[in-house]
């Protein structure tokens, strides 16, 4: 029987690890693909997310209830927000930027329509990452993650009227 | 008049195309709605930008969730027994460095007193020697003899030798720069060793994460 969150939260309050470790396997993919889209870069995605499960495991006492998705993906975007902080101080090229060889493509897929579905996702990328930062987690959160304008300011710590004008 | 009309669509589209995300994801209220539903019935280049931004949201849609190469489950970390020194080198180093601030503070504005010469003058022991002197049978003042049966100091001699006011001053004089050196030393020594345990303890942290 699938155990829903704030039951699975009340149990980590009273320190039980497997409990969170079902939650962590629950959001990880969501909380890696915002960290992922927000830094462009994979090993920094991952430590982004790695860090921000440490500290809502570490933190989880003081969680109030209500909606942990959010509060999980906000401790996420702070991480993130950190990271591109630290970056702009320190600027580097992530190694994933350099030209590499090509993958093959996918068995299902046809190499047209991968090479088509490649740029694409280049394009769009690109896109994303010529906008402000906080205008990115909006545009993340809501189109890519699908998450509703209420969660979405929840995660950013702002109105709705301040997302609905960065998403506009 | 077709120039004013111009600018009245305008000044529409800039308040209209604002709204279209809102209008995508259904956020706007009914009066909000019926006036943008309104201009998009006769403004051309807001329904463009209407289409543009809703082929933007379904690539975006398309864009394929990325799975993490690895888990990132917590593994259960045994509480360490070892009790850690660094909550108490953080204070003494804190310590330390504060009371180094106030010996410079007070050296700086001369609380403690500073003028040996007057001994040296007087043809009393220099301030080198007079550390020579500390150490040995004259630094013990007030001696037995200078002292009243009250226990008070005799004023014969008040004005000369060891015991003195201005040895007093001397002596203050005297222990100033090595306290300040001393205390220095310590913050650097304390400073050191913490920053190193801090380095560490955060290295190991990182090891046992990955």
């Known amino acids: 029987m699938r155990r829903d969150d704030s039951d699975l939260v009340e149990s980590c309050k009273k320190g039980d690890l497997c409990s969170f470790n079902e939650l962590v396997e629950r959001y990880q993919k969501m909380a890696y693909n915002l960290a992922l889209r927000m830094l462009g870069d994979s090993y920094a995605a991952e430590d982004a997310t790695q860090d921000a499960f440490f500290s809502a495991w570490k933190n989880i006492r003081g969680f109030r209830g209500g909606n942990f998705r959010a509060w999980l993906l906000q401790i996420t975007a702070n991480n993130c927000r950190d990271q591109l902080r630290k970056r702009k101080r320190h600027p580097a090229i992530p190694l994933e930027s350099l030209p590499f060889e090509p993958k093959a493509p996918p068995s299902s897929e046809s190499p047209e329509d991968y090479v088509l579905r490649l740029e694409m996702t280049a394009q769009i990328e690109e896109g994303l990452a010529s906008i402000p930062p906080q205008q990115r987690m909006a545009v993340i959160l809501c189109d890519i993650q699908g998450l509703s304008y209420e969660e979405i300011a929840k995660v950013m710590k702002c109105s709705l009227g301040t997302v609905r004008s960065r998403i506009s | ?116 010469s007057s001994l040296d003058q007087e043809g ?69 060793v913490t920053s190193g345990l801090w380095l560490k303890s955060k290295g190991s942290q990182k090891q046992r994460r990955n």
């Open chain 2, 124 to 192: 009393g022991p220099s301030s080198t020697s007079y550390w020579g002197d500390i150490d040995g049978k004259d630094a013990e003042s007030p001696t037995a003899e200078n002292q009243t049966d009250s226990g008070q100091i005799s004023s014969d001699n008040a004005s000369d030798g060891p015991g003195s006011e201005e040895d007093l001053e001397a002596t203050e004089a005297g222990w100033v720069r090595p306290l300040e050196y001393g205390l220095a030393g310590l913050v650097i020594l304390l400073g050191g």
């Open chain 2, 1 to 116: 008049m077709w120039a004013a009309l111009g600018i009245f669509r305008k000044d529409n589209c800039s308040k209209t195309k604002p709204k279209l995300s809102a209008y995508m994801d259904r956020r706007l209220n009914p009066q909000e709605l019926a006036e943008v539903e309104r201009h998009l019935a006769n403004c051309h280049s807001c329904q463009k930008e209407l289409d543009c931004l809703e082929t933007t949201v379904a690539l975006l849609h398309r864009l394929p969730q990325v799975l993490p190469s690895r888990s990132f489950r917590i593994a259960q970390v045994e509480p360490s027994s070892r009790r850690t020194a660094m909550p108490l080198l953080r204070l003494a180093t804190a310590a330390a460095a504060v009371m180094l601030v106030m010996a410079f503070t007070a050296d700086l504005t001369n609380l403690f007193p500073t003028s040996p």
